[in-house]
């Protein structure tokens, strides 16, 4: 049974950084699309970026956020830069299918809250 665990969130001001990990285990990160979401309250679950051979990100994080893999550690990260306050939400490591639409992912993670002032 495949396990994603989140870390990495937290209370950060805006123009900072974060890097959030996803530890993975009961399978290996180079068997699926590894991908990051997020959402806010009262938000619709969102795409961030997602990772199989090369990352492809959605628009408002590109330039701003950097998926990568370790696979030695079975691991990804999500370094976040030049946070802003609509970044705020819980974030979700998720692996499947290579797509962007959510619905399509069954492996989920806790997520991890990111919290961004002004």
């Known amino acids: 049974q495949v396990q994603l665990v989140e870390s990495g969130g937290g209370l950060i001001r805006a123009g900072g950084s974060l890097r959030l990990s996803c530890a993975v285990s009961?399978?290996?990160?180079?068997?699926?699309?590894m991908a990051w979401f997020r959402q806010a309250p009262g938000k619709e679950r969102e795409f961030v970026a997602n990772?199989?051979?090369?990352?492809y990100y959605a628009d408002s994080v590109q330039g701003r956020f950097t998926l990568s893999r370790d696979i030695a550690k079975n691991s990804v990260y999500l370094q976040m830069n030049d946070l802003k306050p609509e970044d705020t939400a819980r974030y979700y490591c998720?692996?499947?299918?290579?797509?962007?639409?959510?619905?399509?992912?069954?492996?989920w993670g806790q997520g991890t809250q990111v919290t961004v002032s002004a």
């Open positions: 998720a692996a499947g299918p290579g797509t962007a639409n959510h619905r399509f992912y069954k492996i």
């Open positions: 009961g399978g290996t990160i180079t068997a699926y699309t």
């Open positions: 990772i199989l051979g090369n990352p």
